[in-house]
C-alpha cells in the first residue's frame, strides 16, 4: 500500500511569488493535514482538510490557503512569498476519527 | 492552548545501552493522546509509540516504551537496546480529543539523538 506521497520533494521559488504543494493521502484516508518545519520554530499545524472541506487552520496569514479535491488530494498555495516561509511542508492522512497521521517526506520550500 | 516540552536538545548514547527522552506538556484537557515521532534524515516523521490519557498503563512497541504520568504532564520515551538505525530527531506530540483533533497535532522542539557505535 501506498504511503502519502508529495510532490515536489524540492522547490524554489522567488520572493513575492507563489508555490503549490501537493499531497496524496493514503488510499481511504479522508482527512489531510498540513504543517511547517521551519528552522527554529519547530512544526507548526497549518491546516486540516477533510471530505473536501477546510476544518481548521493554524495561526498562519491568509496567503497560505488551499483545497482538497474530490479523491482526497490537497493542495497547498501559497501567496507572495516571503524569505521566513522557506520551511519543510509536511503533510499527513489520517482516518477521521482516528488518532493515528502517517506523514509524507515533506517538500523543502526555498524562498530566495 | 496546548505547549509541548523537551528539554534536551540533543542525547548521546552508546550502541546496545538505553537511553530515555524527556517531554513535559501543558493542557487543560482530561482526555488526549500523547506520540512519540521519529524523523530521520529522509525527513518523513514516523511513528513510533502512541498513548490515550486514559489508559493508565504504559504504551510498549518492542523496545520502544514510555513513562507517562499524567499528574506531573510527563511523557518520556525510553529506547533499549539502542541500535545505530534508532539515530534521528525525536518528537513528543499531543493531540486532544475536543474538537475530533482540530487543532491537529502540538509538537515539541524535538531531541537530536546521536547512537555512538
Known amino acids: 500500500e501506498a504511503g502519502v506521497t508529495q510532490s515536489p520533494t524540492h522547490l524554489i521559488k522567488t520572493r513575492g511569488q507563489q508555490a503549490t504543494l501537493r499531497c496524496s493521502p493514503i488510499s481511504g484516508h479522508t482527512s489531510v493535514y498540513w504543517y511547517q518545519q521551519a528552522l527554529g520554530l519547530g512544526l507548526q499545524f497549518l491546516l486540516w482538510?477533510?471530505?473536501?472541506?477546510?476544518?481548521n487552520r493554524g495561526n498562519f496569514p491568509p496567503r497560505f490557503s488551499g483545497r482538497q479535491f474530490p479523491n482526497y488530494s490537497s493542495e497547498l498555495n501559497v501567496n507572495a512569498l516571503e524569505l521566513e516561509d522557506s520551511a519543510l511542508y509536511l503533510c499527513?492522512?489520517?482516518?477521521?476519527?482516528?488518532?493515528?497521521?502517517?506523514f509524507g517526506q515533506g517538500t523543502r520550500l526555498t524562498v530566495v | 492552548a496546548q505547549t509541548v516540552t523537551q528539554s534536551q536538545p540533543e542525547m548521546s548514547v552508546q550502541e546496545a545501552e538505553t537511553v530515555t527522552l524527556s517531554c513535559t506538556y501543558d493542557?487543560?484537557?482530561?482526555?488526549?493522546?500523547l506520540f512519540w515521532y521519529k524523523q530521520p534524515p529522509s525527513r518523513q516523521m514516523i511513528l513510533v509509540i502512541r498513548?490515550?490519557?486514559?489508559?493508565?498503563q504504559n504504551a510498549t512497541e518492542n523496545r520502544f516504551s514510555v513513562n507517562f504520568q499524567k499528574a506531573a504532564k510527563s511523557f518520556s520515551l525510553k529506547i533499549s537496546d539502542s541500535q545505530l538505525g534508532d539515530a534521528a530527531m525525536y518528537f513528543c506530540a499531543y493531540r486532544g480529543k475536543t474538537g475530533g483533533g482540530a487543532d491537529g497535532l502540538t509538537f515539541g522542539k524535538g531531541t537530536h539523538l546521536i547512537i555512538q557505535p
Open positions: 498513548q490515550e490519557a486514559y489508559k493508565q
Open positions: 482538510y477533510d471530505e473536501g472541506e477546510e476544518r
Open positions: 493542557t487543560s484537557e482530561s482526555d488526549y493522546y
Open positions: 499527513a492522512s489520517s482516518l477521521v476519527g482516528r488518532t493515528e497521521a502517517f
